[in-house]
């Protein structure tokens, strides 16, 4: 993998856990929403599951 592959997966981790946080952060402020470990864990597989076609597309 080239360099800005790997600098582009750092920087869509790092948004991600920001966005995690974030939406785990707004549930736990207003729980009527849904549980806040489910909808961390949701956005957690949403980020990987983009990781991974960033990184499978890249390999090519």
Do not use: E, I
Request: hydrophobic share 65%; no cysteine.
């Amino acid at each position: 993998m080239s360099a800005l592959v790997l600098l582009v997966v750092l920087l869509m981790v790092l948004v991600g856990l920001m966005f995690v946080g974030g939406l785990g952060y707004a549930v736990h402020r207003h729980p009527t929403l849904a549980q806040p470990l489910t909808a961390a864990v949701s956005g957690a597989m949403l980020l990987a599951a983009l990781v991974t076609l960033v990184v499978s597309t890249a390999a090519r």
